[in-house]
């Protein structure tokens, strides 16, 4: 059974930095594009960033370009997402999301949340003083 589990949310205070980790099982998460996305209270999902399944490639969302980071480890099937300097605004429940394609099939990263067909429960971050 795919299954995707994150971890590493909390409290952190306005300019502080958060690592958020996401376990995958139950496929091979080195041939599939990973991403990570996110919902702020009363909004819908956001797409955050996505990375190429041999970590050629990294797309992030504006907000996010310059103060996160996506990375993977395909070894240990983890998933991680570094966040810096971080806003009010960046308090969400964060996802990590499985492309719905193999990474040799599609050839590319797709940013629509709808191409990914898998994601975790989700963790916490909450950006407050």
């Known amino acids: 059974q795919p299954q995707l589990v994150e971890s590493g949310g909390g409290l952190a205070q306005p300019g502080g930095s958060l690592r958020l980790s996401c376990v995958a099982s139950g496929f091979t998460f080195s041939k599939y594009v990973m991403g990570w996305a996110r919902q702020a209270p009363g909004k819908g999902l956001e797409w955050v960033g996505s990375i190429y399944s041999d970590s050629s490639d990294v797309y992030y969302a504006d907000f996010g370009k310059g103060r996160f980071a996506i990375t993977r480890d395909n070894a240990k099937n983890t998933l991680y997402l570094q966040m810096n300097v971080l806003k009010p605004e960046d308090t969400a429940v964060y996802y990590c999301?499985?492309?719905?394609?193999?990474?040799?099939?599609?050839?590319?990263?797709?940013?629509?949340?709808?191409?990914?067909?898998?994601r975790g429960q989700g963790t916490q971050v909450t950006v407050s003083s």
């Open positions: 999301m499985k492309d719905r394609l193999e990474a040799l099939e599609r050839g590319w990263i797709p940013l629509a949340l709808h191409e990914y067909d898998l």
